[in-house]
C-alpha cells in the first residue's frame, strides 16, 4: 500500500493527465451540466471502467454545485435584507405573502393561486414570471433551487432552516463518495479512506439520509480490503448503533425467549422489520462467531429475525391469516412461493440459520441449538443441511477456528 502523501500525487497526476486527453470542446460543452448531471456521467464513465473520466466528472459535479448554492447563499443574503422579509418573523410562507401584498394586486394574485396553487413549485414558478421586486424573485428562485432538493415540508416555514440548506447544499458528498470508490478500485487505499470520510463528513447535506449507510458500507470494505478487521469491527457496529429499531432492553427479552423458549417461541414473539442494519448484523455474527465471542448470537438473532420478518410479510400478501407456528411449517408454505424462494436464496437465509444454530451451541443454549440443527436438516437444502447433520453428529464441530 503506497503511503498517503504518494496516493495524492498519483491521484493528482492521474487527474491533470485526463484532464489534457480529453477534447477542450468537449469539456467547455459539459461546463453548463448540472450537477447531477455531471454525477450520473461520472457514474457511467466509473462502470465502463473509464476511471479518469469518472474523476474528471465527479469533480465537476462537486465544483457546479459549490458554485450553484454559493450564489445562492449571497441572494439569498441581499434578499433578506428587504423590510417586507425581515417583518416576517422567519416564516417563509409569510414572507411569500408579504412579498406578493406589496407586489402584486389582490385580485391578479389571487387568480394566480386559483390556476397555479395545485403545488408550491408551480405557484412559486407562475409568481416568478410577472413583474416583481428583485428581492421577491430572488427569494422564489433561491426557494426553487432549494426545492429540487427538498422537500418544502422539511423546511418547517423557517427562513433560517432554508438559509441552512443552502449553506449544506454548497455540498456534494454523493459525488465526493464516488471518487473514493474510483480509488478504491484503482487500489489507491488511503485516497480512498480519505475521500469516503470526507463524503461521511458531509453527511447532513446528502439527498437520501440513509446513504450514509452505503458509504459506511464501503469503507467497512475498504477496511476488509486491507486485512483492518479493528476498523471493519467499528464501522459495522456503527452501522448497527444507528439502528433505532432495537434498544437494549428488547434485546435482553429477545435473547431470554431464544436461549429459553426456542427459536420458534422467540419466532411467534418477535418481528423486526428489516432496515440498513440487516447485512451488519449478518456480516458481525459470523466475524464474531468465528472468533469464538458470544456477541455472535444476538447479531445472527437480529439479521436472522428480519430476514424472516420480510419473507412472513410476503406470504401475509397473499395469505393474511397466515402465523408462525414452527419454522418447517414457514418453509413448507415459503417454498412453494417461487418470489419467497427466491428472496430467502437471495438473503442466504439457509448460512444465517446455521450461523444463529452454531452461535446458540457456543452460548450455551445447546439444546435449542439442536432443535434448530434439526429443523435446517428437514429442510434439506444444501449444503447448509449438510453441515447442520454433521453438527448433530458431532455438536463440537459448531466451534469455529479463526484467528481472534
Not at 326 to 353: C, G, I, P
Amino acid at each position: 500500500m503506497i503511503k498517503t502523501s504518494g496516493a495524492s500525487a498519483f491521484g493528482c497526476a492521474l487527474l491533470f493527465c485526463v484532464t489534457l486527453s480529453l477534447p477542450a470542446q468537449t469539456i467547455t460543452d459539459r461546463n453548463t451540466d448540472p450537477a447531477w448531471l455531471s454525477l450520473e456521467r461520472g457514474k457511467q464513465a466509473y462502470a465502463s471502467r473509464g476511471f479518469g473520466d469518472a474523476i474528471v466528472a465527479f469533480d465537476r459535479a462537486i465544483n457546479v454545485r459549490r458554485t450553484a448554492f454559493a450564489a445562492a447563499a449571497d441572494r439569498l443574503d441581499k434578499a433578506l435584507s428587504a423590510k417586507t422579509i425581515k417583518t416576517a418573523n422567519d416564516s417563509i410562507k409569510l414572507a411569500l405573502a408579504n412579498l406578493a401584498a406589496e407586489d402584486l394586486l389582490q385580485r391578479d394574485y389571487a387568480l394566480i393561486v386559483r390556476s397555479h396553487g395545485s403545488s408550491t413549485k408551480t405557484l412559486l414558478e407562475a409568481i416568478r414570471k410577472e413583474r416583481i421586486s428583485e428581492s421577491h424573485r430572488a427569494f422564489i428562485e433561491v426557494l426553487l433551487q432549494v426545492l429540487e432538493y427538498r422537500p418544502i415540508e422539511s423546511l418547517d416555514d423557517s427562513i433560517q432552516a432554508m438559509r441552512s440548506v443552502v449553506a449544506r447544499l454548497q455540498r456534494y458528498p454523493e459525488a465526493e463518495y464516488w471518487k473514493g470508490k474510483v480509488f478504491m478500485l484503482e487500489g489507491e487505499m488511503a485516497l480512498a479512506e480519505s475521500q469516503m470520510q470526507r463524503a461521511l463528513s458531509m453527511r447532513d447535506s446528502l439527498e437520501i439520509p440513509d446513504e450514509q449507510y452505503t458509504i459506511m458500507y464501503s469503507m467497512a470494505d475498504l477496511y476488509g480490503a486491507r486485512d483492518d478487521y479493528v476498523a471493519w469491527e467499528n464501522e459495522m457496529n456503527a452501522i448497527v448503533a444507528g439502528d433505532a429499531s432495537l434498544d437494549p432492553y428488547l434485546e435482553d427479552a429477545m435473547m431470554a425467549t431464544l436461549v429459553d423458549g426456542g427459536f420458534n417461541r422467540f419466532m411467534v414473539l418477535y418481528r423486526i422489520e428489516p432496515t440498513y442494519a440487516l447485512e451488519a448484523n449478518a456480516a458481525l455474527a459470523e466475524f464474531y462467531l468465528d472468533r469464538g465471542r458470544a456477541a455472535a448470537m444476538l447479531h445472527a438473532a437480529v439479521a436472522l429475525n428480519m430476514t424472516l420478518t420480510r419473507a412472513v410479510n410476503m406470504l401475509r400478501a397473499k395469505d393474511r391469516d397466515f402465523s408462525w407456528t414452527t419454522l418447517q411449517n414457514f418453509m413448507k408454505l415459503a417454498l412453494q412461493r417461487s418470489e419467497v424462494t427466491e428472496f430467502l436464496e437471495s438473503a442466504r437465509l439457509y448460512r444465517q440459520m446455521l450461523t444463529l444454530a452454531d452461535a446458540m451451541y457456543i452460548a450455551g443454549a445447546r439444546t435449542n441449538a439442536i432443535q434448530l440443527w434439526k429443523a435446517i436438516v428437514s429442510v434439506g437444502i444444501l449444503p447448509q443441511s449438510s453441515v447442520a447433520s454433521a453438527r448433530l453428529a458431532d455438536p463440537s464441530t459448531a466451534v469455529r477456528r479463526s484467528a481472534p
